[in-house]
Each structure stands twice: as structure tokens, then as C-alpha cells.
């Protein structure tokens, strides 16, 4: 038994509530894991948004070199560049102002004389063009972006030539990190995890990094780009090519932002379509107001998006950035899962309960087995021991002819008769129950009048009975009771009730035996066998029906018994229809009843 225990305990119970409490532990982080889920799925939609900005940016890069190599097929640079504003306005919309400016910090077009916007423009630019003060502009910065969240590094693209230059450019010029605008909740729940508080100030750096150089730096070799620059607040994203046959004259344009905007609005259309209901993109500027939407009419606290990306150094402090539009969504669906993982979790737990309780009940109903079936060995052993050692004893004593007085060779004959019978009805109970656990006992049915079977086997025990000195009363029905049954079978039951009202008397000796029919449910007769013995121990009411169980035992009552005697009685008398109980008797003593169906008058 402790093997078994020791063997379940380590091969079901402890692997079970280990794994139980493992998906109790995981319940915890369902929610942080739905959140990170999501926020991952829409950090590449931002991520991937930011990148066809770029991309449009570069298309419009290339369509500006393509303009200015148009205009100068019929014209040489520095013819172009006399009405080099007017014409590229009218060639390329997105032109605010056409500039032209020599290396050596001459300025060929506009000129003041223009109108206002390009002296506004001369006034705002032409130091800055002409070298002579230094603006500070924005690099994409492979130093920066390692401060910066996971989720952003690794939406960068893999480095390019130019993010190299970019990052030489960075450590030669002693970049400094600028802290972002908006506050993406998502890259903040992720490291305030992993950062102390310590380094919280760090937690939303910018990858843009700011650096101050002259035009002519910024240029270098290149032979187009674009420069983005702050003037007075304001973004400022200046275009420029130069051709081979003229390497000195930079042609330029300042871009219409309201333009560029228009021109980048479609692209938030791009959302994939299994997240179009749940989320709105927005371009947003470098003062964190919406440029374009993805949906219109939407409002959220545009500084607090769920995920956001930076355009790059083209638009300094521009970012796409992504909004919840039901926030609660991903909370109920966190709740959802937790709640369904919850309830496997308890029927897991309830079907090991549920399991362990079967399995010990089986096991414990299993060892009395195998103990009832040593006792019952040994019970029958015994009582098969006890008339046999009687009845030697006896015909010894008549054989060797050592009893004279007639009186006593009739009594001694008289112990012999009733001791052998003692042992048939014992090995007739023991055979008969082998035959119903093998389901080989047959019956032999037939209408057979139940009065005349008890009165018969009664008369027959009688004088057994009266010989051990009971007062012995049998009340029977004068007239005759028909039942469908075998008579041996159902004398076998009598006389089982008899002898266990026999076995456990005590001092009081009366034994009864009636017969009653009743009506109700359905026509039935009672064969009742009643005594004033010991009486049935509270709790065992139903257990002695059980094969081997025996309420007292051999050892402590000093009573024999196989503990099968009750377990044929019911057999038999439910393979008739009918069943046997047992009922306290007021005043002490057992009533063990016989209860069978009874055949209507005219079926017999
Ligand atoms: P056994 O051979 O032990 O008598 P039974 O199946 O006939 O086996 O009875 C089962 C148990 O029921 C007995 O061991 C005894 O404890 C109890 N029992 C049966 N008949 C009586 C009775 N008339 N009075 C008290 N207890 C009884």
C-alpha cells in the first residue's frame, strides 16, 4: 500500500500540481503577454509605415535631381540658374522656393528682388548656404538608437553606407541625444522593467542625434541629399543636387510642408487589413500634433500613443505613431484568456482530485478484498474443521461400540445428522456462490407455492432448533402463495436466514418465521426471519450483504462464518425479482426479510 501511494504521489499527483502551478504562474503574465503581443504586431505596422515614408521621401529626392537634370538639358547651370526659383516651382509642386548657391558661398537665385517669400528665404538661409554660420542638423544615430527601446532598434533598417557616414559623421562631430516627444506607452511599460529608476531619464531618447556643421560640410562629396533644420521652430527640409559639368553650383528647394503632408497621407492607408477596426495611425510633427490620420475624426492623447516610430533625420522629430482605438479591447481579451485558462486550470485540478479519490477508494476496496478473502479462508477452514472433527469423534465412539444406552446412540446420531448437515449447507454456499461469480448458476423457475417451501424447510430446522433450546414460532398463511422461483434455491435462502438467527443469539433464544403478502406497490410476499440476538452493529446495515464481510468476527464474537451466507440470500432472491433486507427489531434482536413478486391468481 505505501508503495503504491509513494508511486502515485511521485508519478501523478506531484507532476500534476507542479504543472498546475505553472499555469497558475503563467496566468499572471497573460496580460503583459496579450499587451506585447499586440504592441509587436502594431510596432511593424509603425516600423513599416515609417520606412515607405522615408522611401517617399527618396522618391521625392530623386524626382527633384530628375527636374533640375530636365531643365538643365537645354541650359547650362548657370543659365538655369537666373530663373532657377520660378521655373522649378512651376515644373515641381512640391518646390516652395528653387535656390542656386555656388560652393565658394555665392548665391545665384533667388534674389530679394523676387518677392517676399524668397526674401524671407534669402533672409532665414543665405548665411547658412553661403558657410558662413553652422546650423545644427539631424543625423540618424546608430549611438542613439542603442540607447533607445528595444522595439525601435529593432526596426531599423540593417546599416547602410550611410548610416555608417551618418555614425562617423555622429562620433566626429560629438552628438548629443535629444529626448523624443511623444511617450510610447508601450516601449515604457517594457523598460520601466528593465531599467532602474535611476535611468528613467534615459528612457525615451531620440535615435535622431542634432550636430551643428556648415552647408559645405554637410555636403561633402555627395552629389545629392536632404537637409532638415529648425529655424525659429520650425522645420525647415531643404533638397539638393549638383551636376558632374558643374560640380560647384548646388541647385536646391525648400519643400512646402503642407504638401508633403498631403502627399504622405495616403501612405497611413496602408494599414493591414485585420488591424484596420482595432487601431488609427497618425503622422505626427515635431511638436506632437497630428499631420495626417489614418481615420478621420479621431482624437486620443496624441503625446501618449500605444506605439510610435521616428520618420528618420529627413523629418527630425516626426513620428508615426499608432493608437488603441478601444484600449479596453486588449484588457478584455487578457481577461478572457485568463479566465478560460483559469477555468482548465480548476477542472485540472478538480479531475486529479477527483482521479486520486477513485484511485485510493479502488485501492482500499481492493486490500479489504484481498483481507476478507485470507479471513474467509480461514473461516471456512475452520467450520469446515469443526462438524468434521464432531462427527468423527461421534461415529468413533459408535463404531468402537463404547456407547451402551440407546438414548445416547440416537442423540450422538442425532449430532452426527445435524453436523453434516451444518457442512453441506457450507460447501453447498460456498459452491453455489462460485457458480454466480463464474455466472454459471442456473435456476430452475417454475410456480411453486412459497408457504409450502417455508413450512417444510422450517419443520425440517425445527428440531435442531429446539434441540439447541430455542423457542421456535412459525406463522404461516393457511392458504397457498404462488411465486415464479426454484424451490432449492429460495430454501437455500431460509435456510441461511435460520442458521445466521441461530448463529448470532445470544442468551435469549427465539427465532420466528412468518410469512405475510402485501398489496401495495405490486402484489408481493415477506418471508421474515426474526431473533433477539446480537443484532446487526450500526453502520454495517448494507455492508453485510457484501461477499467476506463479516460484522463479527470470528476472532472477537468466537461466532464461524464464511460471510457469504447473506451475499447468495440477496443473489438468489434478486435473480427472482425480488430482494432481502435487513431491519432492526425493537427491542433487540434482527429481521431479515424476503420480499418476491407474487403471480396474479389467474396466470397460475
Ligand atoms: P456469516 O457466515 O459470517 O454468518 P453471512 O453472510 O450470513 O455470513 O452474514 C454476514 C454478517 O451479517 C455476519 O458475519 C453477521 O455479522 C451479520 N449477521 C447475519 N445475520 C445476523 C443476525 N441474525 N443477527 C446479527 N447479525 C447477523
Known sequence: MKKVALVFVLAVLTPSLLLAWLAVRSLRDQQYLIERQHSLLCQGVADVLAKDMQDALSEQQRAFTAKVAGLLATKTPLELAKGFDAALRKEWPLAQIGFVVKLSGEILSPTAADGVDERKFLEANSRFLANRESAEVYFNSKLMALNTSPNVQTSQPEPSAQTENSLDFAKRYGLKSQVRNVMPQQQQAFLSQKLSSADESQQQVSKLAPAEAEFRQLIGDDTEGTLARFLDNKLNVLCWCRVPREPEVVFGAQLSLPRLEAELQPLLQRVPAQLQHDICVALLDDTAKPVALSKTGFRAAWKRPFVATEVGEALPHWEVAVYLVNPAKLTQAAR??????????????????????????DLNRHLTLARQKTDFVSNVSHELKTPLTSIRMFSELLAEGRVGDP??????????????????????????FARLERGEKKYNFQPCDIVAVVRDTAESYRPHLEAAGFRFTCELPPEPIVVNGDRDALAQVIVNLLSNAEKYSDRCKEVTVRVTQRATPLPYLEVSVSDRGLGVPRGSAEKIFEKFYRAHDSLSSGIQGSGLGLTLARQIARAHGGEVVYEPRDGGGSCFNLRLPVIAPERT
Do not use: H, P
Not at 477555468?343 to 486529479?352: C, E, F, K, T
Not at 449430532?415 to 459452491?431: G, K, M, P, Q, S
Open 336 to 361: 478572457n484568456i485568463r479566465l478560460t485558462l483559469g477555468l482548465l486550470i480548476l477542472v485540472l485540478v478538480i479531475a486529479i482530485g477527483v482521479g486520486s479519490w477513485l484511485i485510493v477508494a
Open 407 to 432: 438414548a445416547k446412540q440416537r442423540s450422538y446420531l442425532a449430532i452426527i445428522t445435524a453436523e453434516a448437515a451444518r457442512l453441506t449447507r457450507l460447501i453447498n454456499n460456498v459452491l453455489d
